[in-house]
């Protein structure tokens, strides 16, 4: 069906997506979306500030309507992160602020 792998960089307070996949047949069905917002979600409960990824050129639409943005050279945190993750060919650096940390009744899922 679909799933993700990411890893924490505690020390600059991010969550890096290191892969997203949902199968082909269960594509268009919002998966990708739930997998995002479960991911989300997860990273304000934990207090991690954002979430960065290099995104498939392909796939630069879906993460922009998950609130994703290119991560720009000139932006704040662009070296730091640059440093910190693995640089992938073909992709675009992108970014999304996690929102302030949810109530406790909200993540109960994520146990």
Request: charged share 20%.
């Amino acid at each position: 069906m679909g799933g993700c792998t990411f890893r924490y960089h505690r020390c600059e307070s991010m969550i890096e997506l290191t892969l997203l996949g949902v199968a082909w047949s269960c594509q268009e069905y919002g998966l990708g979306s739930s997998i995002i917002e479960s991911l989300k979600l997860h990273a304000s409960v934990k207090d991690f500030s954002k979430i960065v990824t290099y995104a498939d050129n392909n796939a630069i639409t879906f993460f922009k309507k998950q609130g994703f943005e290119p991560l720009e050279s000139t932006h704040e945190s662009f070296e730091v992160v640059k440093k910190t993750i693995v640089t992938c060919v073909k992709s675009t650096l992108m970014h999304v602020a996690v929102p302030l940390k949810v109530q406790p009744a909200e993540t109960e899922t994520l146990r």
